[in-house]
Nanobody, 119 residues
Framework: QVQLVESGGGLVQPGGSLKLSCVAS????????MGWYRRAPGKQRDLVAR???????IYADSVKGRFTISRDTAKNMVYLQMNSLKPEDTAVYYC?????????????WGQGTQVTVSS
């Protein structure tokens, strides 16, 4: 069993910044891929950013150049620095860890943290 807890969401004006944090606990015995998805109102959950076990990063085109994913493997934490936020970034952001390597259906997820970008 793995538990993930996100924090750092909130209300921010367009152009502002937020940093999301996620801590994983439980049965974690290796460095696994971790990352962030988001779900905007009325839309499906989409990948935002991912970091592989080797430290390579993947970003959605819509956030490239604005968002940065990082991690602290010693603390089992992953972060998402979000800059130049836009109203379309408004969503619930979910942290995940990929222990099975079998796709998103097998990820462990956090409960989500709301990010609202509005003036």
């Amino acid at each position: 069993q793995v538990q993930l807890v996100e924090s750092g969401g909130g209300l921010v004006q367009p152009g502002g910044s937020l940093k999301l944090s996620c801590v994983a606990s439980g049965s974690i015995y290796n460095i696994y891929p971790m990352g962030w998805y988001r779900r905007a109102p009325g839309k499906q959950r989409d990948l935002v950013a991912r970091m592989t076990s080797g430290g390579a990063t993947i970003y959605a085109d819509s956030v490239k150049g604005r968002f940065t994913i990082s991690r602290d493997t010693a603390k089992n934490m992953v972060y998402l620095q979000m800059n130049s936020l836009k109203p379309e970034d408004t969503a619930v952001y979910y942290c995940y860890i990929d222990r099975a390597g079998r796709g998103a259906d097998f990820y462990s997820w956090g409960q989500g943290t709301q990010v609202t970008v509005s003036s």
